[in-house]
């Protein structure tokens, strides 16, 4: 058999989220070049801040500013920085201790060379051109040795605080059906539709996924089905989706093709929608240089007796 | 939960385990045809059926694959139909043995069919590990799995609770253990390798691949029934620590502690200790939290710095752990996985065989 298939897929979403009263104090103040942390039932200050006491779980919301300034509790340097992180060329993950706080922020530290960044060094942060509200505020932090800079006391209320993030995610992957699927595929392509056999229980399966559900053994035997088959049910679709350009209302069915051990699903053309009934005989259409059935129309045929198609409703 | 929380319940036994030849890739196969195999070798090695088992729960992650619910296709090897007793949890398969010793000490079933799996080569696992990072604070600037292992490193030696050359001993013992591993996905000699992200090296961290493992769990009496000498599992905890790396401290592990202590582990001395440590430097954390000394044999296997199939290295230390113990090379060993950031969920379960 030929090579696995293969395809890039990327997954892209933009996630938004909402934030909570001392996240929206914290990141709006990222925005206004102000760090803010919450102060704890025992009086530790966490920047970054977070609503309920890791210790207690109690609910906090004494907000506090700490400086601008801190001090490295620990490092890693980073000579190939990946896509989406905060410098592109090397630099030092740090957390950093700003003065006035008890716990320590995660974020990327500019330096020369690993030469240059030690744990105990002091460091401010540098303030993004462009600020949104969010983490990336921060550009990264920069080596300091000036006095630490005195917090001006905010009171952690501002005009327009956010109330949500955007946080856009991407993650790239190289996609591979498997031995099966990509039978499956291929067979398509040559216009033909293939399932796979079933050793136990002797069900096709189409489209073949490798394995048979029921008896959770592996099946290999190919089998060519259809490429005529009995419409098992359907239903009439009245909203058109996005980017789609199939006029509605059309008919979205279930169809079990000839030898098939149970349905698949397809679109029904070639005959108004509210004519489309189960037992319809149906065959696949494929358009000009299709890898894949675009629609399943009439064959013409005397409808199947419901008895035939029963058990793979 | 201990023994002793819970009075007169059952005891549960590992009494099967299988496990994939780990690889950098298996991209000619499915999921569910990775799985499949282990599924029924696990299975044959008990004599039991799918329609024989009374519980089935996996470990897996959507974000691996990059499809939704990926897991319900991986349920075709398992003969879903008739319909069994299922569930799933989005995590190592270690919990999803934790799911699943719960429904067995309750009555709920007599045994239990636990399976996981994890395909790392379609995707780039250190950059899809930072989606389960916080999402306002850390996500944003996607520090991967090995950048926030190397903070961790570093935290180690600046306390002296290491250095790099011990470090590299930790990858060198593992890796030269995994040589009588035939399912191991790095064996024998291996370069230490340049700086990944400083002070870890290739060396210290896990190889990337693809791989599955299977475990079958029974009560009392039915343990007896399937295994020559099951693996009883004495007890089993797990803990959480604060989601935010900088409240932590890096170089220590409570939550490991912890659900030691309450998985009963340093009542009384261990001869095995299947440690979940992805990264060398995570070792050194976990043996300092246990206090294992020298007399304890970690990681014959060659632990997850040999194969780190993502989702199942957890449930693997607990398969090799009881392996061990069936076959009688073990009497009471330690099995640990982890989930999260720089250890940032443990678990811990005791194995013990019958006395000699
Ligand atoms: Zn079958």
């Not at chain 1, 327009?160 to 990509?182: F, H, K, M, N, W």
């Not at chain 1, 290999?220 to 009995?230: F, I, K, L, Q």
């Not at chain 1, 005989?281 to 629609?295: C, F, I, K, L, Q």
């Not at chain 2, 039991?48 to 090897?77: E, N, P, V, W």
Request: include cysteine; proline fraction near 7%; hydrophobic fraction near 40%.
């Amino acid at each position: 058999m030929s090579a696995i298939l293969k395809a890039p897929l990327t997954v892209e979403f933009p996630f938004t989220r909402s934030v909570g009263p001392v996240q929206s104090a914290f990141l709006t103040g990222l925005r206004e070049r102000v760090v803010l942390g919450v102060r704890t039932g025992d009086g530790k200050v966490l920047v970054p801040p977070v609503e309920y006491d890791p210790v207690t779980a109690e609910e906090i919301r004494d907000l506090v500013e700490v400086a601008p300034t801190g001090t490295v509790t620990t490092w890693a340097w980073n000579h190939e920085p990946r896509r989406g992180q905060p410098l592109a060329t090397p630099f030092a993950w740090v957390l950093v201790r700003l003065d006035g706080a008890d716990t320590a922020l995660l974020h990327a530290l500019d330096a020369p060379g690993p030469g240059a960044v030690r744990t105990g060094m002091r460091v401010r942060v540098r303030w993004a051109e462009e600020r949104s509200g969010a983490i990336t505020d921060i550009a990264c932090f920069e080596p300091y040795d000036g006095q630490p800079v005195e917090p001006a006391g905010h009171s952690g209320e501002f005009q327009e605080a956010i109330t949500g993030i955007v946080a856009a995610a991407r993650l790239d992957y190289t996609y591979s059906p498997g031995r099966a699927q990509t039978g499956y595929i291929e067979a398509l392509g040559d216009r033909r539709i293939v399932g796979e056999r079933c050793p136990s229980c002797r069900k096709v399966y189409v489209p073949p996924r490798g394995a048979c559900p029921t008896c959770g053994v592996a099946t290999e035997e190919r089998v060519e089905v259809g490429p005529a088959g009995t419409v098992t049910t359907f239903c009439i679709v009245n909203i058109k989706a996005k980017n789609l350009d199939i006029e509605v209302p059309y008919v979205y069915a279930h169809i079990a093709l000839d030898g098939a051990g149970l349905a698949l699903h397809g679109r029904i053309a070639g005959i108004p929608y509210d004519q489309v009934r189960m037992g319809l005989r149906v065959e696949p259409v494929w358009t000009e240089g299709a890898r894949y059935p675009d629609h399943y129309r009439p064959t013409g045929e005397p409808d199947a007796d419901y008895d035939t198609f029963k058990e793979l409703l | 939960m201990t023994r002793e929380e819970a009075p007169g319940a059952r005891d549960v036994a590992v009494v099967a385990f299988a496990q994939t030849d780990h690889r950098r890739t298996s991209e000619e196969l499915s999921e569910v045809e990775m799985l499949m195999p282990v599924l029924h070798e696990v299975m044959a090695s008990t004599g039991l059926r799918t329609a024989d088992i009374g519980f089935t729960c996996s470990g897996s992650s959507d974000y691996l694959a990059g499809r939704a619910f990926s897991f319900t296709l991986a349920l075709d090897g398992v003969g879903a139909w008739p319909p069994i007793s299922e569930s799933h949890v989005e995590m190592d398969g270690a919990w999803a043995l934790y799911e699943a010793w719960v429904k067995l000490r309750t009555g709920d079933a007599d045994t239990a069919l636990v399976y996981s799996y994890g395909k790392s080569s379609p995707g780039s696992v250190r950059d899809v590990l930072t989606r389960q990072l916080d999402p306002y604070y850390l996500a944003p600037l996607w520090p991967d799995s090995v950048a926030l292992a190397a903070l961790q490193a570093q935290a180690l030696i600046d306390a002296g609770a290491t250095d790099e050359p011990a470090l590299a001993a930790v990858g060198a013992r593992s890796r030269a253990d995994a040589a009588g591993n035939p399912h191991a996905q790095l064996r024998g000699a291996v370069p230490q390798g340049e700086y990944l992200v400083r002070p870890l090296r290739t060396g210290d961290c896990p190889p990337i691949g693809d791989g599955a493992a299977a475990v079958v769990l029974a009560a009392g009496e039915r343990a007896r029934d399937l295994c020559e000498r099951p693996a009883w599992i004495r007890g089993i905890d797990h803990r959480i620590e604060a989601h935010g790396i900088g409240v932590r401290d890096l170089t220590d592990s409570p939550s490991t502690r912890i659900a030691a202590e309450r998985a009963g582990a340093l009542e009384r001395p261990v001869d095995t200790a299947e440690l979940h440590a992805p990264f060398s430097s995570q070792e050194v954390v976990l043996r300092r939290a246990l206090g294992l000394d020298e007399t304890v044999r970690v990681n014959p296997s060659g632990g997850a710095l040999a194969a780190n199939p993502i989702m199942a290295a957890g449930l693997v230390r607990i398969g090799e752990a009881a392996a061990r113990i069936h076959r009688g090379e073990s009497d009471r060993a330690l099995a640990h996985a982890t989930s999260g950031p720089c250890l940032q969920q443990n678990l811990v379960a005791v194995l013990e065989g019958d006395p000699r």
